[in-house]
């Protein structure tokens, strides 16, 4: 699977930059994790974390709601599972 931005929410698999565009980002949710101490971090463009966890075993999940504004947005780490991004 890869990163699809294609719809909503966003489903982000790979660490990649998504945008470097102000983006407001209403809640994260990280599901699917397979190992504990895999983890899952998000930036801002210039490198500050936005949000990170760290799962504590098999089938963890992990939910935010920043419902804030962002300088960019990057999956800098996902080490297994799947990212649900919900913007706008």
């Not at 504990?36 to 490198?47: F, I, L, M, S, Y």
């Not at 962002?70 to 706008?88: K, M, N, Q, R």
């Amino acid at each position: 699977m890869s990163n699809d931005l294609s719809r909503r929410p966003w489903s982000l698999d790979t660490a990649a930059v998504i945008t470097t565009d102000r983006v407001r980002i209403a809640s994260m949710r990280w599901v699917g994790a397979t190992t504990a101490a895999h983890a899952c971090t998000v930036e801002d463009k210039n490198g500050e974390i936005i949000w990170r966890s760290l799962a504590s075993g098999a089938n963890f999940v992990d939910e935010t709601f920043p419902d804030a504004d962002f300088d960019g947005f990057e999956l800098a780490v996902i080490d297994s599972g799947v990212l649900y991004v919900y913007y706008g």
